[in-house]
């Protein structure tokens, strides 16, 4: 379960955010807590949707975190980039990370795996 939480919640929670956050104010970042069963939060997750792709982060910790980006369907479709890491590592990479199309942007569509957990 997870339900949408403000920036300044997850700020709150990971002020690492910070970064991200100003540096893209108007991006369209969403945040959500995602709950276990018992209601206790396991985790914050992040994304942001733009016409060709969506950012997305999953943090567990500051120590352990997961992003990616994924293309949409009419662009090609499929993961292009992802990481696991350190939070403020990753939000680094998220920023430097050109658009589609753009010199050194990520193209090839990395395979899936139903065993990958951000």
């Known amino acids: 379960m997870y339900?949408?939480?403000t920036r300044?919640?997850?700020l709150r929670s990971y002020?690492?955010?910070r970064?991200?956050?100003e540096l893209s104010p108007e991006s369209g970042w969403v945040f959500r807590y995602i709950d276990n069963e018992s209601g206790e939060v396991v985790a914050l997750a992040g994304s942001r949707s733009l016409?060709?792709?969506t950012d997305a982060i999953f943090i567990f910790d500051r120590h352990e975190v997961g992003a990616a980006?994924?293309?949409d369907d009419a662009y090609g479709g499929g993961c292009v980039w992802k990481k696991e890491g350190d939070l403020q590592e990753i939000i680094y990479e998220l920023l430097a990370l050109p658009e589609p199309?753009?010199?050194g942007a990520p193209a090839l569509v990395k395979a899936?795996?139903?065993l990958w957990t951000p």
């Open 101 to 103: 199309g753009e010199p």
């Open 15 to 17: 002020p690492q955010l």
């Open 19 to 21: 970064t991200l956050l």
């Open 69 to 71: 980006r994924v293309l």
């Open 51 to 53: 016409q060709r792709y």
């Open 8 to 10: 300044n919640e997850a």
């Open 3 to 5: 339900r949408t939480i």
């Open 112 to 114: 899936s795996s139903l």
